[in-house]
């Protein structure tokens, strides 16, 4: 019996030691953890159950049979994160680089399959070069069964992709099918062909951090959800997104304990809105102040930030933020910022995770940019997201919400259950100097006459109460109780059904 013991202790060895000293110190030489490193630290402590850690690649081409390593380059088991089971796989680039074999496919379907299954999330920390070159059709087919899993997975369970290294092709479109991706800045980078490749077929040349590096993907591709330091402050920020995701589809989100009063009044919030309308101010202020412990984990930070998404807390429980920001482009919905929303909301809804909305919007951003780049099929999909979600939606209305603009920002047109305004709200098609030039086209010589008919405009549109006495407003709010006026709402909301007309699926503009 000692003896077996001891046999399976050198495998398993065998099977820690990856592609080695020598790989390992230029993993840690490049800044980077290895994969059960990474692993250690994402989990809680001793809660890791490895699969998988002796399964070995079946290639003969190339000389493949001579170098077997077990494990064949990725790391896959189960634990938990602060006591919540996740499903977890990490990719060992000091194994053939990481590089998706066959049977490395494999580790990775039995733990997506379980995951389905057993409702709990994935995380998958990828540092890889995507199909085994040695192995042809098999490992590309192994990518497919990956995908295909991806895809079922979606709105079942959350999967969340941590770019930890140099990914490309398979490594890429699996974490693409995804819920969040997030990188790590000057050490990982995400392309399906890789400079030298770009060079052949492009001719251009391009560095790998201008061509998939953290800064392109964050801002301006969009391909990923945020970008970190180094890998340790990336795994803690995975650790806290955790605690804001529902494991699955059938359960409510987490419920952490909080002494955050939900009646907590923040008097500052009834000076936020400046007097004069053009005025920035800063909408995160207004999301801080209203969740739990201000805690707020924004996703998509770098990109679009006309609009804030992101998650946070009320009376412990997970809630999605979405808001304009009147900081940048006046808070103004655009392409870029309509699908980061609109991608927001559907993982919300997905996960039934209410949605809190608070808008300060000018309308659609007009341009021929904007209009050729198809705001009309981005902006349709936010109104799409909206109204097709039926986790619980409160509404607040700061100040402008025009035009377009206020339909699709979660108006009650578009299926929101309680709409607030603020008394600084002004909900009209468009601001009174617009506004006062076409409808009073002929009087536009005379400024006398044009200052009075922006006053009457002011006074008549650019206030709650229209749209309160018709109800679209289902009350007008003091700023200082908008955290218990959301937390109370909620509340009421909380075993809200709604009945779905049968379909297969809807076909939300792509
Ligand atoms: C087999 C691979 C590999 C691969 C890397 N390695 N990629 N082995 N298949 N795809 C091995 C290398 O041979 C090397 O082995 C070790 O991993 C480290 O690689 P390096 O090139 O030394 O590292 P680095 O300079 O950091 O470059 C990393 C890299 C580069 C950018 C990922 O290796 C690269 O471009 N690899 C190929 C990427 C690629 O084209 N993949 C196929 C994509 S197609 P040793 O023994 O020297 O340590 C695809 C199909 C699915 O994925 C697509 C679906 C849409």
Known sequence: MKHILQELEARRERARAGGGEARIEAQHKRGKLTARERLNLLLDQNSFEEFDMFVQHRNTDFGADKN?????GVVTGWGTINGRMVYVYAKDFTVFGGSLSETHAQKICKIQDMAMQNGAPVIGLLDAGGARIQEGVASLAGYGEVFKRNVLASGVVPQVSVIMG????GDVYSPAMTDFIFMVRDTSYMFITGPEVVKTVTQEDVTPEDLGGARVHTAKSAVADGAYDNDVVAIEEIRRLYDFLPLNNREKPPHWPTTD???RAEMSLDTLVPENPNKPYDMKELILKVADESDFFEIGEAFARNMITGFG?????TVGFVANQPMVLAGVLDSDASRKAARFVRFCDCFNIPIVTFVDVPGFLPGVAQEHGGIIKHGAKLLFAFTEATCPKVTVITR???????DVMASKHMRADVNYAWPSAQIAVMGAKGAVEIIFRNERGNADAIAERTREYEDRFLNPFVAASRGYIDDVIRPHSTRWRIARSLRMLRNKQVPHIWKKHDNIPL
Do not use: T, V
């Open 313 to 317: 807390r009320l009376e412990g429980s």
């Open 261 to 263: 009063d939900p009646q």
């Open 68 to 72: 077997i390593i077990p494990g064949d």
């Open 400 to 406: 402008k919400a025009y035009g377009g603009a206020y």
């Open 166 to 169: 140099p990914c490309a092709g």
